[in-house]
């Protein structure tokens, strides 16, 4: 019963030292305006199951409040293409990216750092993979596929608790 307990009481820790960060877009990573660009985040950290997606920019001349552009965005995912209509945004600095709770778009979980829209026919940065090649371009809808993982698991999940409690629960099981 206290091995039960110990663990619990871990995996409640873990749930509190989660973190969730915004990868791309960032200083180094922009987006093209009218065209399909990437959002990308720590998925495996967060402790968040679902969020808001809001596009925001400091100056408020561009855009007067954050605009919601996917409502309810699911954390497994790890990465969202965003269309063209969802950052049809004037080319520009000083936009943000940022995941909200779904029920209080003040309740900020995490914020990019600040990025441009760069006008239409621009190119992509360049990336580099640890392998050393570069690439050009935005993530394929393939790429976004293959990042997905524990989606159908985490569903069934109470909200708040990582697998690790779920597991010492008997929620689920390994």
Do not use: H
Not at 40 to 68: E, G, H, M
Not at 79 to 92: F, K, L, N, V
Not at 111 to 131: C, D, H, M, N
């Amino acid at each position: 019963m206290f091995r039960r307990l110990a663990l619990t009481c871990a995996a409640l820790l873990s749930v509190v030292s989660g973190q969730l960060t915004i990868t791309s877009p960032g200083a180094n990573d922009w987006w093209v305006a009218s065209s399909v660009n990437t959002l990308a985040w720590s998925c495996t950290t967060s402790p968040y199951l679902n969020f808001t997606i809001l596009l925001a920019n400091s100056n408020l001349s561009v855009l007067p409040a954050p605009l919601a552009i996917i409502a309810v965005q699911q954390n497994f995912d790890c990465s969202e293409s965003i269309t063209q209509q969802q950052s049809a945004q004037p080319a520009g600095s000083g936009y943000i990216i940022q995941f909200a709770s779904t029920l209080n778009e003040t309740d900020i979980y995490a914020q990019s750092q600040p990025f441009e829209i760069k006008a239409l026919g621009s190119s992509y940065p360049t990336t580099t993979s640890s392998a050393g090649s570069t690439s050009t371009g935005s993530a394929s809808a393939g790429a976004a596929q293959a990042t997905k993982t524990g989606g159908a698991l985490a569903e069934y999940v109470p909200v708040g608790m990582s697998m690790v409690a779920a597991l010492a629960l008997g929620l689920v099981v390994a």
